[in-house]
Each structure stands twice: as structure tokens, then as C-alpha cells.
């Protein structure tokens, strides 16, 4: 079973930047697409940014332009966040879409997801 890790939250002042990290450890075969998400108190879970494995990203509207995926391997992704906004405060979390094998299903992994809070 594949076990997701995210670092690198924190507080930062409106304006500044964060890259979050997120590693995955277990058995891996291949990838389908890696995916961060992001939940505001009080509101539902949304996709900020995502990755297929053939590496091609896309963003939410609201981070556009401000935000960067990418993935270092397999199990390493990352999220560059610049000119971070006050609304861009949350809880994220990695997400991956995996097989264990050839044969196998694919597999939805989560993180424990890493606290953002931009300041005004």
C-alpha cells in the first residue's frame, strides 16, 4: 500500500512563496496522474494542480500563472507556490492514481495533507 508524505507548508506573509513537497513510499508499477489539492475551512476539496504521467499539467484558475507542478520521480512530487494570496489559505494534499501491477487496479492514495497560511 503506497503511503503519501506532504512537507513543506507553513506561514508566509501575502506575496511570498512556498514549494511543497510530496513523497511516496511503497510499491509503485506505474502512475496515472498525480494531483494537489487544496480545503479551506468551511469549504469542499478542490484541485488546485495536477500532473498525468505523460507530463502534462494543468492548474485551477485561481493559481495560474502563480503555481508550478512537477515531479522529480515517481514518488517525488512537488508544487512551487509564488505570489501566495490570503485565499490561498488551506490545508493541501497530494494525491496519486496508481497500479501495484500490470494487472491491478488502479489505486487512489492520499496524503495527511500540510497547512498554508498566507498572512495579509
Request: proline content about 2%.
Amino acid at each position: 500500500q503506497v503511503q503519501l508524505v506532504e512537507s513543506g507548508g507553513g506561514l508566509v506573509q501575502s506575496g511570498g512563496s512556498l514549494r511543497l513537497s510530496c513523497a511516496a513510499s511503497g510499491s509503485i508499477f506505474s502512475v496515472g496522474a498525480m494531483g494537489w489539492y487544496r480545503q479551506a475551512p468551511g469549504k469542499q476539496r478542490e484541485l488546485v494542480a495536477g500532473i498525468t504521467s505523460g507530463g502534462t499539467t494543468d492548474y485551477a484558475d485561481s493559481v495560474k500563472d502563480r503555481f508550478t507542478i512537477s515531479r522529480g520521480s515517481s514518488k517525488n512530487y512537488f508544487l512551487q507556490m509564488n505570489s501566495l494570496k490570503p485565499e490561498d489559505t488551506a490545508v493541501y494534499y497530494c494525491n496519486l492514481v496508481y497500479r501495484e501491477s500490470l494487472l491491478s487496479h488502479e489505486f487512489s492514495a492520499w496524503g495527511q495533507g500540510t497547512q498554508v497560511t498566507v498572512s495579509s
